[in-house]
């Protein structure tokens, strides 16, 4: 098989890209692969885009949330800046990273919508070890009971209400 760029060289390189549920395949000789950026030097399982990061499909995101960089966000804070670590919104939006712990504070209500679309919820709940966990994973699924309860009572449940009231119950006692 010849490379399929210059089509003078035999192609030693393979390169399968897959975006979107489409699948394309190239062939090249080593000096084409080189020249469109795929070092046949090294051995590789897989072949990432090279711009391919978190903080880079965190930037995504939230160029999607909010618009391109250059625009004015709509929800940014009057805060422009971190007072710890001087790092804008701004610059916060083209890296993905924020500088330090304090930037949450400093661009809280601009990084609700990100956290809300990322995970879900703005709510850190956390994760508890089934091993380790004993009263705290208690605690939590009688709370996680509490919201299908209020949840149950709006939709005037009440029967199932009074089955997540007896499972409240039953954990509280096993609490104890």
Known sequence: MWCERCKQ???TVHVTKIVNNHKSESHLCATCARESGVDPGK??????EP????HNLLASLLENEFGPPSAIAPYQTA???CSTCGLTFTDFRKIGLLGCGDCYQAFGKSLGPLFRRV???INHTGKVPKRTGGKVRIKKEIADLRRKL????AR??????AQIRDEIKAKEEKLK
Do not use: M, T, W
């Open 9 to 11: 060289r035999p192609a």
């Open 43 to 48: 051995e590789l399982g897989f072949l990432f």
């Open 51 to 54: 711009n391919f990061s978190f």
């Open 79 to 81: 805060v422009e800046k």
């Open 119 to 121: 995970h879900g919820h």
């Open 150 to 153: 209020q949840d149950a009572i």
């Open 156 to 161: 005037e449940a009440y029967e199932e209400a």
